[in-house]
């Protein structure tokens, strides 16, 4: 049975909507049978209140929606709330109304009407839903129980509510009661104040507890875990303080006072520059000021370190037997007599001045050639220590330099860190991929390495972080680069460049089989005396398994041989099989050949030309082709050719045009027909303007039907006037002409001097022609000649 409030019994034949002033709460909700006191500030709600205590004391509680609305209306306050009696009400001087109200019984607002004085809300009851006895029953021990234990961990909540509730007998009063301890949220506490249902209303208020449940034992978790750690800390604390005490009491405490002494003494051994040594002194002086805990101290403390880890004057001694460096350098590396003298060069003025500023080398050349391996090389036979800082994807300048002591964490830059880790003011110093650096907003790392590697400059290098003048003129710098234009000019100018080109086929075979057959042997756990491989299969690796100017995919190719034969090895459980590897036996090994020795054609064709061209990978093959169909005088290039490719396209056929008469073609042929020159492998890019007299010989080709000996080869830039100019890379495209087997090579006439560089084991197999007019290639070139003999 359900009591209603004597608003809602005042006649039957009256209708159940009851008028009561309404009080709009902030932040809290109501229930029935709660006794709350209310703060009450707002004018309007001041007369709600003053209004029920006028008449009947009653006035209607209902929830805001939102807590900082002021002026709320309709739509701001919740439907349902509690009919609540006014108990007591106690006017303060400032104003403000404190009130003590208890909850009597649900309603919901079925009308809202607005007065300049205060809300006036017409109500009708909410009934509650039966339900069945037994499941009431079950619920309600459930949330009982589940309050004891929530009172059981929550101090703040009562022990004696917990008991009182066990003497209560309506179900409904027990779930108000229970909802109005907890410190649910907002939300769920209205939800439950507009559950009709009871049993649906007591499996959600279990609900809630058990979930307010599970958080406080969470939270217990987390501070029983910050607790432990703190009494932790405070032991390691306390047992350092005994610590601390038990060696003062025998005398054997080192305190800060010994700390700065120790930092003294080693100040006054280390021998430095004049300006690093004043620098320290005057550190250190602020230093014994400070306190030793503070943050300043840790900063200084770490400066005067650096400075006195450094190797102001420590310097290795210097190897003076110039037949050993060169013995040291001829073992380590086979070829490469370009360096290899300039380095002696250096050794040798250095033996007779005794003092000499260190070069800065710059080795440029394709990958796999190598260029770091030669620097540790050179370190080993001058006798200096090594170190190396790898540049490639550096975008920040204070890699180089360091950043300022006003910045936390700060650190000097990699040059002076390299420095101090190698312990030597005077080593050799490896910059590689110096054209891979990068710049953005953080600074330009390349324009920094202008005063490094600048030898009128690097005797006073100033690092940010030291903020001193460091020595660096000892040191003999060697970068590595693989293309030398993505080295800023200026960067170029303080370098002394030395190219290392491809190797040749008999040096890669040299280099395999005195430095990589062994090394991949042992690597793989073989034993030379049972793996031999002969000269043919070296040679069929070079040709047939690898394409490249250096010999890194060959030592990879190697190491795949051995491993294949250390299974069978181990396959076969006995170790002194032997192995004898063979140019026929490869294929075992390394499956199908990759490459095709030699590319040039099989037959004379007619608008096939060969060409050659420079990558970073060392010289190519350039395969053009070039047809002449009837057109319209269009002229088609493809073969993702770049702007200037395009360009001595264009200058060829204006070349071709104005020696039509004595090429003996059509002199309307550029009306006529459509020109189409390819250049295969379309997914490559190309560019550059050695590939002139190229495109230039392959359309008189097609035009004049004379087809071109595949055993030529050429490079060249043509003008409109049929001059050859020279080129660049020219080693590297006569190194792909000789693994092609091209007999001849035609060149500029003024690429002559650059023939020096060619090897002589390649030099003396092929043909060099010297050219200097477009008319002297297509006479070397095209097979039918009869047309050019009046020239």
Known sequence: MINLPKIFKQDESDSSESLLPLLPLRDIVVFPHMVVPLFVGRTKSVNALTDAINKDKRIFLATQKKAGVDDPGKKDINAVGTIGNVLQLLRLPDGTVKVLVEGEARARIINFIQDEEFFQVGLEPVLEEESSSSEEKALVKAVIESFEKYAGLNKNVSKDIANDLSTISDSSQIADTVAAQISFKIQDKQRLLETSSLSRRLALLFQLIESEIEIFKMEKRIKGRVKTQMDKTQKKYYLNEQMRAIKKEMGTEEGPADDLKDLEKRIKRKRMSK????RTRQEFKKLKMMTPMSAEAAVGRNYIDWLISLPWFDRSRLCHDLDEAEAILNNDHYGLEKPKERILEYLAVQILVKKI??????????????????????????????????????????????????????????IIQSLKKVGSNNPVFCLDEVDKMSMDFRGDPSAAL???LDP?????????????DYDLSDILFITTANTLPDIPLPLQDRMEIIR???YTEEEKYHIADQFLVPKQLKMNGLDESNVRFSKNSIVTIIQNYTREAGVRNLEREISSVCRKIAREVLKNKDANDEFKITSKSIAKYLGTPRFKHGQIEKNDEVGVVTGLAWTQVGGELLCIETVAMPGKGELIITGQIGDVMKESARAAVSYVRSRSDHLKIDNGFYKEFDIHIHVPEGAIPKDGPSAGISMCTSIVSALTKNPVDRN???TGEITLRGRVLPIGGLKEKFLAAHRAGIKKVIVPMENEKDLKDIPSGISKHMDIVLVEHMDEVLSH??????????S
């Not at 300006?275 to 004043?278: L, S, W």
């Not at 050349?365 to 550096?394: E, I, W, Y």
């Not at 039918?784 to 003999?789: H, I, N």
């Open 781 to 790: 070139a095209l097979i039918e000649t009869d047309t050019f003999k009046d």
């Open 456 to 468: 009128e400059q690097n005797n006073t290098f100033n690092d940010h972080y030291l903020d001193v």
């Open 712 to 714: 030529v080869a050429m």
């Open 500 to 502: 290392i080109s491809g």
């Open 357 to 414: 500023r260190g070069p800065i080398l710059c080795l440029v050349g394709p990958p796999g050639v190598g260029k770091t391996s030669l620097a540790k090389s050179v370190a080993n036979a001058t006798g200096r220590k090594f170190v190396r800082l790898s540049l490639g994807g550096v975008r920040d300048e204070a890699e180089i330099r360091g950043h300022r002591r006003t910045y936390i964490g700060a650190m000097p830059g990699k």
């Open 450 to 452: 202008l005063e490094v």
């Open 275 to 278: 300006e690093g040594a004043a």
